[in-house]
């Protein structure tokens, strides 16, 4: 066989798995973390309540893939799901309108309803339903900004007692352990949540998932294992597993391109580049105002490494964001592996931090001009 490409063949025998929402087959590495996920749902197939649930961990160590996971193996039961991605629904009404389209199957009018309203109108369903639901609350770690978290949970909480024999189960998804803070430890103590622990991927087990998508994405023989292995290797470095999705979609394209039926060394450089933007186009689309403000000051800054001081006083010559607020931003910026924040031991509290970016400006530029 030739190694050169003819211009109608493809290295991709299936593009669809390298794609951020495609739920794979197997989770490897992960079957703790399900057994316990099905553990806690289990009571609702016997006509009990089932328990709340909390996952834990930082991006990209499978936990929105579980969920989704566990919801299709639901599918053939009397189990309701309702699955809320907090990056997009991320005030209490639109969690709410979100679990009304799951039941009901078509959106509650946006305007004119009042949260009291359309919660009574879906819990009510729910009940003459008579079926138990599971609702999903994925990243809650995006509705930092307000006590949306508190509210929203407490009222699917007090939704069992109000209408009597509603069964519902809370799964909650935290990019960090400090998720306590975003809920009063009332909420907490009622909610009784088992905290089910995403440990990031070691390098053997990064090398397990990637080699099976390569497997299951590309034609035989196109990524070879030292390639694969340099892969590896800059996804453990960034920590995050998209990284590696993302090379060999973009090492194959590359190769592809060059008609080339085998990646070689030299498409990595442009898969590396490429597939941080689109990490980062995906992970800026999901921030929110005072986020990007921030990031776009970082830019702006043109500095190594800046302090939190210095970035919240050009923060403040634009915007009247409170410094607890621009604290708690950047938190979530650092848990988004955007940045890297060291303390200083410096400052008010000692809570003056150092700031760098944890990849290159000019793929966070280029990023910035996807949006
Ligand atoms: N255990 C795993 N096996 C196979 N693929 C995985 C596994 N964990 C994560 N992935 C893949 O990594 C990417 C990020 O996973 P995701 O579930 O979105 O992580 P999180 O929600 O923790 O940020 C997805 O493309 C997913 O398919
Ligand atoms: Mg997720």
């Known amino acids: 066989m030739s190694d050169i490409l003819m211009r109608d063949e493809t290295l991709f025998k299936n593009p669809e798995v390298f794609e951020f929402d495609y739920l794979p087959d197997v989770l490897l590495h992960r079957d703790s973390q399900l057994q316990s996920m099905r553990f806690a749902i289990l009571p609702a197939l016997r006509g009990l309540s089932p328990l709340n649930s909390i996952l834990i961990g ?44 799951e039941i009901f199957g078509f959106k509650p009018p946006l305007s004119g309803v009042s949260f009291a309203q359309l919660f009574e109108k879906v819990m009510k369903r729910i009940k003459e339903m008579g079926k138990p639901l599971i609702v999903a609350l994925d990243d809650i770690n995006a509705l930092i900004e307000d006590r949306e978290l508190d509210d929203t949970v407490n009222s699917l909480l007090r939704a069992g007692e109000v209408f009597e024999g509603l069964k519902i189960g809370i799964i909650l998804v935290a990019s960090e352990v400090d998720f306590r803070r975003m809920m009063s430890s009332r909420t907490s103590s009622i909610l009784q949540a088992q905290e089910i622990v995403f440990p990031p991927y070691t390098r053997d087990e990064i090398r397990g998932i990637l080699k099976r ?105 634009e915007s009247k964001m409170g410094y607890t607020t621009f604290y708690e931003h950047l938190n979530k910026l650092d848990n988004l592996r955007i940045i890297h924040m060291d303390f200083t031991g410096k400052g008010r509290r000692g809570r003056t931090r150092n700031i760098k970016l944890r990849y290159p400006r000019e793929i966070l530029q280029e990023s910035f001009k996807m949006l």
Do not use: W
């Open 213 to 317: 998508r390569v497997e299951l994405g590309l034609y035989s023989g196109v990524m070879n294992d030292e390639i694969l292995e340099k892969i590896v290797e800059e996804t453990e470095k960034a920590g995050d597993l998209r990284l590696g999705i993302g090379m060999i979609k973009f090492s194959a394209l590359h190769a592809e391109r060059n008609a080339r039926r085998k990646v070689i060394e030299e498409d990595l450089d442009f898969a590396l580049s490429k597939s941080q933007k689109n990490i980062f186009a995906s992970i800026l689309s999901n921030l929110g105002k005072n986020e990007l403000l921030i990031l776009k000051k970082i830019l702006e800054a043109d500095k190594e490494v800046i302090s939190s001081g210095e970035l919240y006083r050009m923060i403040s010559e």
């Open 58 to 101: 930082p991006p990209a160590t499978g936990k929105t893939s579980a969920v989704k996971f566990i919801f299709r193996e639901l599918e053939d039961t009397d189990i309701l799901k309702a699955y809320v991605n907090c990056n997009v629904d991320h005030t209490r009404h639109l969690i709410l309108s979100r679990i009304f389209k």
